[in-house]
C-alpha cells in the first residue's frame, strides 16, 4: 500500500509497509499513482499526453525506476506483519512496564472538560497514602519481569495537593532499584497551582519528565480551567510555569493544551505559548460526551485540519529563524522510529500499562478509572479480571476492521482505547474523528520532517 500527498509543494509518496518517503516530481508522482492498475504501454501512453515535453524515452526511464524501487521493496511492500502481531504482543503478556498513580483524586481547578469529573473519577474525594503507593511500586517491580527500565506517572486531579508522598514514593523508588536491577524514570502532570521553589528544585532532580497544563489564550485558558470561585488560573500559574521550565534549561517538559469547539484555531494558542517561551508544546483535541459543548464538531474539522498544516508552516518559518519548537503529534523520525511491535500494538494499556487509584484498584488507563467495567484487581492480589485484560491483549491494528486498508496504521497503532470505547462501546473499535485528525497530523508530520532533512542537507526549501 502507499499513500500520495502534496503539502507544502512537495510530492510525497508514503510506502506504508516499508515507512519509505519519497519526494518526487509531477509526472514520477502521477506515474506512481497509476502504476498499479495501468498496464505499463499504457500508462506511458496516457503521460505522453499530458506531459508533451517529456519525450517516451524518460517516461520509459521513469517507469522502469519506479519498478526498480518496487524490487527493493521501497514501493508496493507487501503487508507482512499481521501474521506476527499476535505473536509479538505475546512475548509481553504478563509483563508490566509502566503505572500510572492516581497519586490524589482532588483538584484545586474545576475544569469544566475534565474526562476525570474535576479529579474525583465519579467518585469521592481521596488521596494516595505511602503505604498504598509503596505497594504499587512493589506491584510494577514484581511484575516487570527482566525490564529493567520501569515508568512511573504522578497523576491526578491535581498530584502536588499529596507532595508529601510523591517525594516519599521517589525516595522509596530510588532505595530499591539498585538491589532489584531495575531503573525509575518519574514523570509528574501538574496544573501549576501549586508550583513552589520546593516543587522546581524535586522536580528537576527526580521527573524525567514533567507535564504543564496550559490552554493557551488566557481568555480561553481561563474559560476552562478555573478554581471553585469560577476565577482563572492563567495569570497564577504562567509565571510559576515560566520559573520551572527555565530551572530546567527548557528541556524535558511539555506544555500541555487541550482545543475544544470554543477555539478549533488553536494555532493562536501555540503562539501565545511561544511568546511566553515554552518550545515543547502540545495541544490535544478534547473528547467529550456527545451533548458537552466543548465538543468538536464536523464544522470544527475543517478549520482544525488548516490549524494543522499552518503549524507545520510555522515550524519550517521558525526553523529557518533558527527558533525551533517541539510540537508533540509532529514527532517523527523518518529513519528510525519505534518498533514494529509498538507499531502494531499501540500503548500497551491493560497489559503493560496500568493506572492505580488511591486505594490500589487497577484500571488498564487513566481514561478508564471508575468504570466498574474495567476494574483489573488491586495492587495486592493482582490481576483477576483476566476477561478484560486478554479483551486488551487480543487488540491490535489488524483487528480493527477499518484500520487494515488505512495508511496511517502503522503511525497510530489502532489509536486509543478509550476513545475508541467512548465512542462505539468498544476498546476494538474507532473514533473516527479522532482517526480523520491524526491522519492529517502524520501527513502534516511527514511533510515537516521532509523539510527538514532537505534543510539539514543544504539543499533549498520547496
Not at 512511573?152 to 536491577?181: H, T
Not at 488566557?218 to 471553585?228: L, T
Request: glycine share 8%; hydrophobic share 35%.
Amino acid at each position: 500500500m502507499i499513500h500520495q500527498f502534496k503539502l507544502n509543494g512537495y510530492n510525497i509518496v508514503l510506502d506504508v509497509c516499508s515507512g519509505s518517503v519519497h519526494v518526487v516530481d509531477d509526472v514520477t508522482y502521477d506515474l506512481i499513482a497509476g502504476f498499479e492498475t495501468s498496464g505499463r504501454d499504457e500508462l506511458i501512453d496516457e503521460l505522453a499526453s499530458n506531459y508533451k515535453d517529456i519525450d517516451r524515452d524518460e517516461l520509459t526511464e521513469i517507469y522502469e525506476s519506479v519498478e526498480g524501487l518496487k524490487e527493493q521493496g521501497k514501493l508496493f511492500t507487501e503487508d507482512t506483519f499481521e501474521p506476527k502481531a499476535t505473536v509479538l504482543k505475546a512475548k509481553t503478556n504478563g509483563v508490566v512496564k509502566a503505572l500510572c498513580l492516581h497519586i490524589a483524586h482532588t483538584c484545586n481547578l474545576n475544569c469544566e472538560y475534565c474526562f476525570a469529573s474535576q479529579g474525583k473519577y465519579h467518585g469521592d474525594r481521596a488521596v494516595m497514602s505511602f503505604e498504598v503507593g509503596k505497594r504499587a511500586l512493589d506491584f510494577l517491580i514484581e511484575n516487570s519481569g527482566s525490564r529493567r527500565n520501569l515508568e512511573v506517572d504522578f497523576f491526578g486531579g491535581e498530584p502536588l495537593m499529596n507532595f508529601d508522598v510523591v517525594k516519599q514514593l521517589v525516595a522509596y523508588a530510588r532505595s530499591v532499584e539498585k538491589e532489584k536491577g531495575k531503573n525509575f524514570r518519574f514523570t509528574l502532570t501538574t496544573n501549576g497551582v501549586l508550583i513552589d521553589d520546593d516543587v522546581i528544585e524535586f522536580a528537576n532532580k527526580e521527573m524525567s519528565n514533567v507535564v504543564l497544563s496550559l490552554d493557551g489564550r488566557k481568555e480561553i485558558h481561563d474559560h476552562y480551567r478555573v478554581d471553585y470561585n469560577g476565577k482563572g488560573s492563567w495569570e497564577k500559574i504562567v509565571p510559576k510555569f515560566q520559573k520551572l521550565v527555565n530551572a530546567r534549561e527548557g528541556k524535558n517538559y511539555y506544555m500541555r493544551g487541550t482545543f475544544t469547539h470554543r477555539n478549533p484555531d488553536f494555532l493562536e494558542d501555540i503562539k501565545t505559548m511561544l511568546d511566553l517561551g515554552f518550545t515543547e508544546l502540545s495541544m490535544e483535541p478534547v473528547v467529550c460526551g456527545e451533548n458537552d459543548p466543548a465538543r468538536l464538531t464536523e464544522e470544527d474539522k475543517e478549520i482544525v485540519m488548516k490549524q494543522y498544516e499552518d503549524l507545520a508552516k510555522l515550524m519550517i518559518e521558525k526553523d529557518r529563524e533558527g527558533k525551533p519548537f517541539t510540537f508533540y503529534h509532529y514527532m517523527l523520525d523518518l529513519k528510525g522510529g519505534p518498533c514494529i511491535y509498538k507499531r502494531i500494538s499501540g500503548c500497551g494499556a491493560g497489559t503493560e500499562y496500568m493506572a492505580v487509584t488511591p486505594w490500589g484498584d487497577l484500571y488498564p488507563c487513566h481514561q478508564f478509572v471508575g468504570d466498574e467495567k474495567f476494574l483489573l484487581g488491586n495492587i495486592f492480589d493482582g490481576v483477576k479480571n483476566d476477561n478484560i485484560r486478554e479483551e486488551f491483549f487480543k487488540c491490535n491494528v489488524y483487528t480493527r476492521e477499518e484500520c487494515k486498508n488505512c495508511w496511517a496504521r502503522l503511525y497510530c497503532s489502532g489509536g486509543c482505547f478509550a476513545n475508541a470505547y467512548h465512542a462505539t462501546g468498544s476498546v476494538n473499535g474507532i473514533y473516527e474523528y479522532g482517526c480523520d485528525l491524526f491522519r492529517k497530523r502524520m501527513e502534516c508530520a511527514l511533510m515537516l520532517a521532509i523539510d527538514r532533512e532537505f534543510n539539514q542537507d543544504g539543499n533549498s526549501a520547496q
